[in-house]
């Protein structure tokens, strides 16, 4: 099991992954609706 520091460092890290990845995510998405949609 992971301790509370564990626990803080994996949130932190999700949560820049997860800023990083939204925005080409909504990018990808929007290209393809403008080409195919």
């Known amino acids: 099991m992971l301790?509370?520091?564990g626990w803080?460092?994996?949130g932190?890290?999700?949560w820049q992954l997860v800023?990083?990845?939204t925005p080409?995510?909504?990018l990808?998405?929007?290209t393809?609706?403008?080409i195919w949609g």
């Open 8 to 10: 803080v460092v994996l």
């Open 32 to 34: 393809g609706w403008l």
């Open 3 to 5: 301790s509370g520091i």
């Open 24 to 26: 080409g995510f909504l």
């Open 12 to 14: 932190q890290w999700t």
């Open 19 to 21: 800023k990083w990845m």
């Open 28 to 30: 990808g998405i929007g």
